[in-house]
C-alpha cells in the first residue's frame, strides 16, 4: 500500500535507517509502531510531535529502546545501542537528533528499562497529506 502521508513516509525513512542497524545490533527487534508486548531488546517509533517551522513542517519522533538485564550490563548495552542508533539517525537526510535521555515506564519487570532518542524529521511541505497524485517512485 503506497504512503498516504507525509507522516508515513518520515516514518518509513526512519524504520528503513533503524533496520539497517541489524548487523550492529544482532539480537534486536525493530518495530515501525510500538509493540504491544515490549519483548527485549528492542526499538520502537513512537507518535511523533508535528509542529511548523517556517518554512518546513518537523515531526519529533520518539525512537524508543527497551532492554532489560542487570544494571552495569545494561547501562553497557544502552551506551553501546544509543551511540548507534544516534549516529545512525543523525546521519540520515532531513534528520537531526536532538536528545536522549532515560524513560521512566514500567515495561513488565524491575530490570526493565527504556531509552528515548528524538529525532526531528524536516518535511519540506506546507500539508501532511499527499497529493492524490504523488507516488514514492516519483521521489526516488
Do not use: K
Amino acid at each position: 500500500m503506497p504512503a498516504t502521508s507525509a507522516i508515513e513516509l518520515a516514518r518509513t525513512r526512519l524504520l528503513s535507517t533503524l533496520a539497517g542497524l541489524q548487523s550492529t545490533l544482532p539480537p534486536w527487534r525493530f518495530h515501525r509502531y510500538p509493540p504491544t508486548e515490549v519483548v527485549s531488546p528492542c526499538v520502537w517509533i513512537d507518535y511523533p510531535t508535528i509542529t511548523h517551522e517556517s518554512p518546513w513542517v518537523v515531526a519529533s519522533f520518539p525512537i524508543v529502546i527497551g532492554l532489560d538485564g542487570a544494571d552495569h550490563a545494561q547501562a553497557a548495552a544502552f551506551d553501546f545501542a544509543v551511540a548507534h542508533i544516534w549516529d545512525a539517525l543523525n546521519s540520515t537526510e532531513d534528520c537531526t537528533v536532538s536528545l536522549a535521555a532515560p524513560w521512566a515506564r514500567d515495561i513488565g519487570g524491575p530490570s526493565s528499562r527504556l531509552y528515548v532518542i528524538t529525532v526531528a524529521v524536516d518535511i519540506s511541505a506546507d500539508t501532511l497529506c499527499l497529493n492524490p497524485l504523488y507516488t514514492e517512485s516519483a521521489t526516488a
